[in-house]
């Protein structure tokens, strides 16, 4: 039997002004997928990913949930289903990287000082599965970029979501912490069977770290399928108008880029 996908967007059309941003996005989710969405700049993933968690409405087609339709959903019950990660998060007050964790759980108190003892539990598991323990008691404006980006995952994980979506967590950070990150997603989704989507700059990383990519090109989905299914050399050169080669990575089963700039 195949298993009903957790998040499946049907025909989505979207536009902010004027211009479809999204057009005719269908994608699908099965639980326990790790799946990286690519593209240029402004082809429309964050816009996508907004979509799927319910933030933005899609002109046209729907996204559902569990086979639930996301628009008929309250705030709550979507955020208990999908968490998003996003790219940045200004926090103007002193928290505490616990207080942060801790309003990861208001889809499921009405206050913080509402609180149950699971609750706590979660925050505090959360705060283990994320490698946060030992940062608990610090501000979070006070964290290098790595250990925020840890932060807000472990908020995110706090809601207990089924899907984690992620807009370029790894964008901002040195490669060792790029790895990190990596990791902590890697093991969420093996270990706990936390389905993962997340936007991705690096295609190197995308290919070495999710089973499938799914391709965005002006709004619409181009490619969808392994790392050697979809880095391909002519189709880098069309989306991304960039010459590369693309080889074996050495140790890894997965295609990698190299760049051949013009006066290379
Ligand atoms: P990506 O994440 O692939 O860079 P985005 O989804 O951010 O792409 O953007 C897709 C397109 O939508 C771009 O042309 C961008 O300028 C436009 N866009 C994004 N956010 C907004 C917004 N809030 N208002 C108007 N246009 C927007």
């Not at 208990?80 to 990287?97: G, H, N, Y």
């Amino acid at each position: 039997m195949i298993d009903e996908p957790i998040v499946a967007a049907q025909g989505v059309d979207f536009s902010y002004y004027n211009g479809l941003v999204l057009r005719d996005v269908t994608l699908t989710l099965a639980p326990g997928a790790m799946v990286s969405l690519i593209g240029p700049n402004g082809s429309g993933k964050t816009t996508l990913l907004k979509i799927l968690c319910g933030l933005l409405k899609p002109k046209r087609g729907r996204v559902l949930l569990s086979g639930r339709e996301v628009g008929r959903l309250s705030r709550r019950e979507i955020a208990r289903e999908v968490a998003l990660v996003p790219q940045e998060l200004s926090v103007p007050f002193d928290f505490t990287v616990r207080e942060m964790v801790m309003l990861g759980r208001t889809p499921y108190v009405r206050h913080l000082r509402g609180m149950t003892p699971q609750d706590h539990e979660v925050v505090e598991r959360t705060l283990a599965l994320t490698n946060t323990a030992p940062l608990a008691h610090r501000p979070f404006n006070e964290l290098s970029g790595g250990e925020q980006q840890r932060v807000i995952i472990a908020m995110a994980l706090a809601q207990e979501p089924q899907v984690l979506l992620l807009d370029e967590p790894v964008v901002h950070l040195d490669v060792n912490h790029q790895i990190e990150i990596l990791e902590l997603i890697r093991r969420l989704n093996r270990q706990a069977g936390l389905t993962v989507l997340a936007t991705m700059h690096d295609l190197n990383l995308a290919s070495l770290y999710f089973d499938r990519l799914v391709l965005l090109d002006e709004g619409r989905i181009v490619a969808s399928g392994s790392p050697g299914e979809v880095l391909r050399e002519d189709t880098i050169r069309r989306v991304f108008r960039a010459e590369v080669r693309v080889q074996p990575h050495p140790v890894r089963p997965r295609p990698q880029l190299v760049l051949l700039p013009p006066g290379a």
